[in-house]
């Protein structure tokens, strides 16, 4: 069986310009702080209701006090969308 000729490939030279640092800035330093801070919130809400038996942070409402910082943890999570 006749043997293949070998074709010989040129050497890659990269290209000679100077690559740049790209900085990339999202301008929303705030989302993270926020969203911890929401979440948080949200749990100690939970907990100090649990932990007084209902008489703080609103008495009047009762249990709608677990909604409340449910619904707290969820603004952080609609939150953390927002993060890059």
Known sequence: ??????????????????????????????????????????L???????VTNAQWPISAIGNWNILIGFAFIAGGFGVSTQWK
């Not at 010989?8 to 990339?24: E, G, M, N, Q």
């Not at 100690?44 to 649990?50: F, L, S």
Request: aromatic letters at 12%.
């Open 44 to 50: 100690v809400w939970i907990v100090v209701y649990y």
């Open 1 to 42: 069986m006749p043997k293949s000729r070998i074709r010989k490939k040129s050497d890659y030279t990269p290209p000679t310009t100077t690559a740049t640092a790209v900085k990339l800035k999202s301008g929303r330093g705030f989302v993270a702080p926020l969203m911890l801070g929401l979440f948080l919130i949200g």
